[in-house]
């Protein structure tokens, strides 16, 4: 934990900051705290413990640096998307863990703001905000990937409360979280989208068990969570049966278009390591500057480019008060193909360093070895890319299915 | 003064729209009456060579409407010379926004100059001129990035027919051999590169009206041909291939209006060109293939919005401008040093 003994209490939040102002005062927080050792950038990087994620992610919180859009009620900071917008660019731009808890702060906290009791906003969502509470999404079964229609784990009345039985598979993080969100389904299997409900699910309760699943990364953060005869209390449904699902839809929706608002600015901070690298090596440093992988790399930053406006379009549309629908699949669709493109160019540009390899050289494979891998599963989760493609064709081109 | 108070560049689009159907069949010289009575030939000049001296976001939708109605004519150089001109040449500026004179760009080469006394005299090949058979000047590339207008029926100049796939808006090779230029018709060192910026917003504005058209043709199609019992939109291959389409399309917009927003700059206006050419090149490939053998017809007008998209690739040199953007973005990177990281 000594690494962020340093890191600032101060609050940007509480600050009326606005504009250039507000940005300046995020960037300056980030550059004066983020510890060496998480950035993956830095040769001194050393992925952080979960104790350490915890406490930096509170004090980025703290600084107003998550729960910018939070109503001040259940701990937000009471700001606009726009500025949402702005501190996630600052985040971007620095080569930072990703969070341990974005489900709770993008999914969780989110459908609990537009579906939840006044009683669980007060108890769920400062929690999350202040890492104390950490999140995992129990959606997909090994009978339910991409069909979540066809979700088999069962909710059934027990007195006042609920009785889940059922397993989920895929729920990342799981075996660090504290609450899982649990879609289950409380009428029969043929009722498909109709019957669902969604529960917060306390993973320590009896009857729950967790088991994690070794990814292709190397890492065990994947989880198959188990469900035997678990008593969940009523205040721990989350909507009504009947009416969470869809609500929790329109949510999803927006989530969707803005979640990881920092992804283009992140892809833009691996591109600019990924040629400071090559630049530091004699043989990647001719090669960058030649045409082939000049033009390659320019694609690169034209995609980003585009990443960004399909970002800001999005952020713009919503501060407007436009409806996102099925426009988020648009964005998704389109970071997880490009940022799979750059993955790989990177990996292909690094594999030809000159021997014996550099510092640069080394910190940089280790990194983008690490996002080649992780990309792979960027068009899988979150809705694959065939899925995103099956909602464009049906929601936005309204194609006909008819004979 | 700006006319831009309380307008919205879409309301241009649909003006624009209907100005481009009332052109078909027309002659050039028509077609500029036309345009020119819509104001949309001055919609970037100032008020006082008779344009709207609107900025550059209200000329995008007017391009797209007529690239997606295939109009005969060349808007997006006319445009662009109306309102370069303003300040140097400006009665032949308020002849071009007002329809009386044309005008187009040759987009390739350079003409070389040499004085003969107190005379300019330009000499050189040039191309990628759309519509220059029909027009009164062309604009020239010099060195240094300065411009030059060039009568078309000066001696010296001749414009001849050129292969190209453009059909509507064909494009001529320009030859100048000893042609006198007044000093008062050379722009200055740098006009080049502020006029290609604006023309990259531009012809990704072209493609997104041209690619816009043929996802809806192919759309259409797919909606209504019906094989094995089923229109062809039954199918998951071409849904999924429709929706890549539409992904291209929103690129497309998107990036030319973060080009044009307060954090656009030269960077963001090649990013949305060079996307557009991108996208819209397999859009309205995409669009050929699902209307199968129908598509490869002349009577189908998909190939027609392809043949354009290919052509303003070229005027816009995207092969050596996504060479450029690479290098440049390298340049701009330092090497690792762990302090910069």
């Not at chain 1, 997909?140 to 069909?147: I, L, R, T, V």
């Not at chain 2, 039954?234 to 307060?262: C, F, M, P, V, W």
């Amino acid at each position: 934990m000594s690494v962020l003994e340093a890191v600032s209490t101060q609050s940007i939040a509480g600050e009326s900051l606005t504009g250039e102002a507000y940005r300046d005062a995020m960037h300056r927080w980030l550059h004066a705290n983020l510890p060496a050792s998480f950035r993956s950038d830095s040769a001194a990087f050393a992925p952080p413990t979960l104790p350490q994620s915890v406490a930096w992610e509170a004090a980025m919180y703290r600084a107003g640096l998550t729960g910018i859009t939070w109503p001040r009620a259940y701990g937000g900071h009471g700001r606009s998307l726009r500025e949402h917008l702005v501190a996630n660019q600052e985040i971007g731009r620095l080569a930072m863990p990703e969070s341990v808890n974005s489900i709770g702060k993008e999914l969780a906290g989110p459908i609990i703001l537009a579906v939840g009791t006044e009683e669980q906003k007060r108890r769920f969502l400062p929690a999350i905000l202040e890492m104390r509470n950490i999140w995992c999404q129990g959606f997909s079964e090994p009978e339910a990937g991409s069909d979540l229609a066809g979700l088999r784990t069962r909710a059934t009345r027990d007195g006042d409360g609920w009785r889940i039985n059922g397993q989920k598979i895929w729920t990342s993080g799981a075996y660090r979280a504290q609450r899982c969100l649990v879609l289950a389904r409380t009428g029969p299997l043929e009722d498909r989208h109709r019957g669902l409900a969604m529960f917060a699910v306390p993973l320590d309760a009896k009857g729950v068990r967790v088991r994690t699943i070794k990814s292709i990364d190397g890492r065990e953060s994947f989880c198959e969570v188990f469900f035997d005869e678990v008593e969940i209390a009523q205040a721990d449904a989350i909507g009504a049966p009947d009416e969470g699902w869809a609500a929790a839809i329109r949510v999803l929706e927006i989530e969707r278009a803005t979640n990881r608002m920092y992804r283009a600015w992140r892809f833009e901070n691996e591109l600019r390591h990924l040629i400071s690298a090559c630049k530091a090596d004699i043989a990647l440093s001719a090669m960058v500057e030649d045409r082939h992988y000049a033009v390659r790399l320019g694609e690169v930053a034209v995609e980003i480019e585009v990443l960004k406006a399909h970002v800001e379009t999005a952020v713009e549309a919503l501060a407007s008060g436009d409806k996102i629908g099925a426009r988020g699949s648009l964005a998704k669709l389109y970071w997880s193909e490009s940022h799979q493109r750059f993955a790989a160019l990177a990996i292909e540009l690094l594999s030809q360093a000159s021997l014996p390899q550099n510092p640069a050289i080394k910190v940089a494979r280790r990194r983008f070895e690490a996002i080649y891998l992780a990309a792979r599963a960027e068009t899988i989760y979150a809705g694959t890319t065939e899925i995103q493609l099956g909602i464009i064709a049906d929601r936005i081109l309204q194609l006909s299915r008819g004979k | 003064m700006s006319m831009a108070e309380g307008l919205q560049p879409d309301e241009f689009a649909a003006t624009a729209a209907r100005a481009v159907t009332a052109c078909a069949g027309l002659g050039v010289r028509e077609q500029a009456q036309n345009l020119a009575g819509d104001g949309l030939l001055g919609i970037i000049a100032d008020e006082e060579v008779g344009g709207l001296a609107l900025p550059l976001g209200f000329a995008v939708p007017v391009i797209a409407a007529a690239h997606s109605g295939l109009l005969g004519f060349p808007l997006l150089e006319t445009i662009l010379v109306g309102r370069l001109l303003q300040s140097s040449l400006t009665r032949l500026a308020a002849a071009i926004v007002s329809g009386e004179k044309l005008a187009t760009i040759a987009w390739q080469g350079e003409a070389i100059s040499e004085r003969d006394g107190g005379l300019l005299l330009l000499n050189g090949s040039l191309a990628r001129a759309p519509g220059a058979a029909s027009v009164d000047h062309i604009l020239v590339r010099m060195s240094g990035g300065a411009a030059a207008l060039i009568p078309a029926d000066a001696k010296g100049v001749v414009v001849e027919d050129a292969a190209g796939l453009d059909l509507t808006v064909p494009e001529h090779v320009v030859r100048l051999e000893k042609v006198e230029v007044p000093i008062g018709s050379i722009l200055p060192a740098g006009t080049w590169d502020l006029l290609s910026s604006d023309a990259n917003v531009l012809r990704a504005a072209a493609i997104l009206g041209s690619a816009e058209a043929c996802l809806a043709l192919a759309q259409e199609h797919a909606s209504t041909r019906r094989q094995f019992g089923h229109a062809l939109s039954y199918n998951q291959a071409i849904r999924h291939a429709l929706a890549r389409q539409k992904l291209g399309l929103e690129s497309i917009r998107h990036a030319i209006t973060r080009s044009l927003s307060r954090d656009g700059g030269p960077v963001q206006r090649d990013a949305a060109f060079l996307a557009a050419v991108t996208y819209g090149s397999s859009i309205s490939e995409g669009a050929l293939q699902i209307h199968g053998g129908m598509g490869f017809t002349w009577d189908v007008p998909v190939h027609r919005h392809l043949r354009r998209i290919r052509t303003l690739q070229a005027q816009g040199d995207a092969s050596g401008l996504i060479s450029t953007f690479g290098r440049r973005y390298v340049s701009e990177v330092a090497p690792f040093a762990e302090a910069g990281a």
